[in-house]
């Protein structure tokens, strides 16, 4: 097991953060039958594992078709995660998505864009571009992110009531405030590659 795997499997669990979305795993699932809970949070994983993985492959082409740079894609994928960090250490009404379901969820907004939103699709496609001989671990650590989704989706009420609601907060703005930091550090990466190609122009 190496280094790399490792580091990108805590980043893709950070970026998706299982752990830190326990209060609206149990608000989303909260109608869903005990007999059917199960088969829910494997559909929605699944889903959301299947977009990331899409993205993953053929991101970069769908960026080309969209004259979209993996520079721009990385600022806006650090600003979305800084907007949904923010939420996370100062909790809103709503949830960390501000979305309240009062029926089964079905893709939205549990598969998308709470598993798999921006911040993670961003994360997944720079990933790739950057180690594209590291794909067979980039995608590793997504199986093992998945597996600890569908873990955390299905105890997450369990898990709450045993640690409190005190806990599972504090819990969330800590997962908020890391996601801070690497949604300031996505940033000043986006940033520093757009100076590098702007000089690159200018000469």
Not at 3 to 19: C, E, G, K, N, R
Not at 47 to 58: G, N, Q, R
Not at 172 to 196: D, F, N
Request: proline share 5%.
């Amino acid at each position: 097991m190496s280094a790399y795997f490792i580091s990108t499997t805590i980043l893709l669990l950070l970026v998706t953060d299982p752990v830190g979305g326990f209060p609206v795993y149990v608000s989303l699932l909260k109608n869903v039958p005990r007999e059917r809970k199960l088969k829910v949070i494997l559909r929605e994983t699944g889903v959301a594992s299947l977009v990331l993985l899409a993205f993953m492959f053929f991101g970069r082409g769908f960026l080309a078709i969209m004259h979209l740079s993996e520079t721009s894609l990385g600022i806006a994928g650090g600003v979305v995660l800084f907007l949904i960090a923010l939420r996370m250490i100062f909790p809103h009404p709503d949830g960390v998505m501000g979305e309240t379901l009062e029926k089964e969820p079905f893709i939205v907004p549990l598969a998308i864009p709470l598993i798999a939103g921006p911040s993670a699709l961003a994360t997944v496609l720079l990933l790739v571009a950057r180690g594209p001989d590291k794909v067979p671990e980039i995608f590793g650590a997504l199986a093992v992110t998945m597996g600890v989704t569908v873990l955390t989706l299905f105890f997450a009420e369990r898990i709450s009531q045993f640690v409190g609601e005190s806990v599972t907060k504090a819990f969330e703005r800590l997962m908020g405030l890391i996601l801070t930091a690497i949604a300031i550090e996505m940033l000043l990466s986006g940033i520093q590659s757009y100076v590098v190609q702007l000089k690159q122009v200018i000469s």
